[in-house]
């Protein structure tokens, strides 16, 4: 692989993380109680694909509820919610 293709690999990877970044922000799983940081680091610590599956639905239907899949968006939440204050932890809406 020519670096030219490396370059482009790599503006795609960073291209879809930042369209995660924005969804994950639209559904205020990052907010000024997460960071990115925080979900990024749980995002790769669980099943990523499946996450961001999920999070697309959650994001496509209003409604939607979030099932009890191992290592998904749930779990992914339930991890964030132990380091958010507890008057701002994720609530009913995500369960």
Known sequence: MGVYNYFEVVENMLWIEQKNTMMAEDLMIIDRHTTAREFFYWKYRGNKPLI?????????????KLPDSSLGLKWLIKKLNKSRPK???FGEVYF
Do not use: G, L, V
């Open 52 to 64: 961001i599956h999920e999070m697309a639905e959650a994001f496509k239907h209003e409604t939607w």
């Open 87 to 89: 008057n701002h932890k």
